[in-house]
């Protein structure tokens, strides 16, 4: 399977622990997106990766979220002390710029999502 | 601030009918791109199709088409010929900050649920 892939497929913990999840991108693509779905709602987007580099941050990202890619392939998304409120599905997505007019060039290939319960 | 509106919860349609989902946007961006992605109960995301600002025609990919309406600043996808497997959330989105093909943010509406009926 060369998709994308998010582990762990599901966490519980409690309130006040850390967690730390991993994306692992298809491996040509040098974009990595992360973003945060709660039930009935569109995903929202937190940050951005051009290869190591994070370009982009959304306010929902507060200190006690962190992301890193330390080498441009795979990344991971910590979440400290964490509240009642982070319980959602985090999806992850990559791509790879293309020049052209193709749809699908501009796809983002979203992976299936570690869904996060904290009690 | 960039914002994607769906203003319908839930659709309905019948089995080999079309149908239109309304999503409209806001944006000062002169360069931008509009998705519609697609999300079953499984959870899954699907890439749909994709219309960039700049782009004269209207997207169109299978059954599915883009209504590219930049002054009103709408997107409305289009799916003809309705299955009963197309019953799922589908999201419309923006993309901003285009650089070397891609787009640093990428801005979801709230969905709309559509439901196909045989």
């Known amino acids: 399977d060369t998709g994308v892939s998010q582990d762990p497929r599901h966490k519980i913990t409690k309130r006040g622990q850390n967690v730390t999840f991993r994306c692992d991108p298809i491996?040509?693509?040098?974009?990595l997106y992360w973003y945060r779905q709660t039930l009935g709602q569109g995903p929202e987007f937190l940050t951005y990766?051009?290869?190591?580099?994070?370009?982009?941050k959304s306010r929902l990202l507060s200190d006690r979220f962190s992301a890193e890619r330390p080498k441009g392939s795979f990344s991971t998304l910590e979440i400290q002390r964490t509240e009642q409120g982070d319980s959602a599905m985090y999806l992850c997505?990559?791509?790879?710029?293309?020049?052209?007019?193709?749809?699908?060039?501009?796809?983002?290939?979203f992976g299936p999502g570690t869904r996060l319960t904290v009690l | 601030a960039q914002k994607i509106t769906q203003t319908q919860p839930g659709m309905f349609v019948q089995e080999k009918e079309a149908v239109t989902l309304d999503c409209t946007y806001d944006?000062?961006?002169?360069?931008?791109?509009l998705f519609w992605y697609k999300q079953p109960s499984s959870g899954e995301m699907i890439f749909l199709i994709y219309?960039?600002?700049?782009?004269?025609q209207n997207a169109t990919e299978g059954r599915y088409s883009l209504n590219f309406q930049k002054a009103r600043k709408s997107a409305n996808l289009v799916i003809s010929a309705s299955q009963l497997g197309d019953s799922a959330m589908y999201f419309c989105?923006?993309?901003?900050?285009?650089?070397?093909?891609?787009?640093?943010?990428?801005?979801f509406g709230t969905g709309t649920k559509l439901q196909v009926i045989p």
């Open positions: 990766f051009q290869n190591e580099a994070q370009l982009e």
């Open positions: 989105a923006m993309g901003q900050g285009k650089n070397s093909g891609g787009y640093q943010k990428v801005t």
């Open positions: 944006t000062s961006d002169q360069s931008y791109g």
């Open positions: 219309q960039g600002s700049y782009d004269e």
């Open positions: 997505a990559s791509n790879t710029p293309r020049q052209g007019t193709k749809s699908s060039y501009n796809e983002q290939f």
């Open positions: 491996s040509e693509h040098n974009r």
